[in-house]
């Protein structure tokens, strides 16, 4: 089995800034790409930026320029490092790796629990 364990999450003003960390655990052979989805209040879930090794990344037009994705793939966890928050990225975020495990024939997508990030204005 794989956890994915998310932290970091927490209530800021505009402007400040958050590091979201989600570290995996587990019987895990190899991880292909990992990514973090956010849904905010009443809205549906949305892609924020996914990374695929060795450092491709992608970001949703939202964040671009202000958002970072990274990893470090010694601990199989990533990063998302969340500079001048606004208001509208207040939502619940939620990693996503996914991972080849031991005992599997195929890789599977593993989810995290979610990390609520409030921003005021």
């Known amino acids: 089995q794989v956890q994915l364990v998310e932290s970091g999450g927490g209530w800021v003003q505009a402007g400040q800034s958050l590091r979201l960390s989600c570290a995996a655990s587990?019987?895990?052979?190899?991880?292909?790409?990992m990514a973090w989805y956010r849904q905010p209040p009443g809205k549906q879930r949305e892609l924020v930026a996914t990374?695929?090794?060795?450092?491709?990344?992608n970001y949703a037009d939202s964040v671009k320029g202000r958002f970072t994705i990274s990893e470090d793939n010694a601990k199989n966890t990533v990063y998302l490092q969340m500079n001048s928050l606004k208001p509208e990225d207040t939502a619940v975020y939620y990693c996503?790796?996914?991972?080849?495990?031991?005992?599997?024939?195929?890789?599977?997508?593993?989810w995290g629990q979610g990390t609520q990030v409030t921003v005021s204005s």
């Open positions: 996503a790796q996914t991972i080849l495990t031991s005992g599997r024939g195929r890789a599977a997508n593993y």
């Open positions: 587990g019987n895990i052979v190899t991880v292909y790409s």
């Open positions: 990374i695929m090794r060795p450092d491709h990344t």
